[in-house]
Antibody, heavy 119, light 115 residues
Framework: QVQLVESGGGVVQPGTSLRLSCVASGFIFSHHAMHWVRQAPGKGLEGVAYIWFDGSNKYSADSVKGRFTISRDNSNNTVYLQMNSLRAEDTAVYYC????????????WGQGTLVTVSS | QSVLTQPPSVSATPGQKVTISCSGGSSNIGNNFVSWYQHLPGSAPKLLIYENNNHETNNRPSGIPDRFSGSKSGTSATLGITGLQTGDEADYYCGTWDSSLTTMVFGGGTKLTVL
């Protein structure tokens, strides 16, 4: 069965960096685009970053542009989110999500990893 | 402020039907596929409904009962839930790609209460 397991979350100070990882299993990873979606406390879902199946194209939300970078390693079935210059407003649960390839349908979600940015 | 607009809350009694609206624009719902998600507290969001290349807006992944349905018209979409159960209490989100923002966008979420 499809599994997405995130890691790398934690408590960090403003201005520092963190890298999230997501290991995928149960499907052909290199056939699917991947997303990172976050949910801040008491808020709704926000699309953070998106990467094509082969890594050739990447997109990120304006709120994180220039600070966050999505990447993937298809040989290790892993997608990453490098987060630099973290701010308090980046505090959220970060979900790794598979794109179902039927038109931006996000069909499998990891359990999420909590990132807390606080001094 | 979310790009897509949903009502903050809806409520109904068990067995009834409820609809949740999602309003957007030409850069998102109007020209891209819409999907709907159920988010139960403490769990990961779950895909309920997706639109496909034939512009059929009522596709469900395996395991999702046909009590859940979707529709779309222009720049708005609607999720319908019939035969409401207490287990349907959750937050519901619409989502789609925004071609101008080049990112996934979601509604602010609608909290469903089954009284």
């Amino acid at each position: 069965q499809v599994q997405l397991v995130e890691s790398g979350g934690g408590v960090v100070q403003p201005g520092t960096s963190l890298r999230l990882s997501c290991v995928a299993s149960g499907f052909i990873f290199s056939h699917h685009a991947m997303h990172w979606v976050r949910q801040a406390p008491g808020k709704g879902l926000e699309g953070v970053a998106y990467i094509w199946f082969d890594g050739s194209n990447k997109y990120s939300a304006d709120s994180v542009k220039g600070r966050f970078t999505i990447s993937r390693d298809n040989s290790n079935n892993t997608v990453y989110l490098q987060m630099n210059s973290l701010r308090a407003e980046d505090t959220a649960v970060y979900y790794c999500v598979r794109d179902g390839q039927r038109g931006f349908d996000l069909d499998y979600w990891g359990q999420g990893t909590l990132v807390t940015v606080s001094s | 402020q979310s790009v897509l607009t949903q009502p903050p809350s809806v409520s109904a009694t068990p067995g009834q039907k409820v609809t949740i609206s999602c309003s957007g624009g030409s850069s998102n719902i109007g020209n891209n596929f819409v999907s709907w998600y159920q988010h139960l507290p403490g769990s990961a969001p779950k895909l309920l409904i997706y639109e496909n290349n034939n512009h059929e807006t009522n596709n469900r992944p395996s395991g999702i009962p046909d009590r859940f349905s979707g529709s779309k018209s222009g720049t708005s979409a609607t999720l319908g839930i019939t035969g409401l159960q207490t287990g349907d209490e959750a937050d519901y989100y619409c989502g789609t790609w925004d071609s101008s923002l080049t990112t996934m966008v979601f509604g602010g979420g609608t909290k469903l209460t089954v009284l």
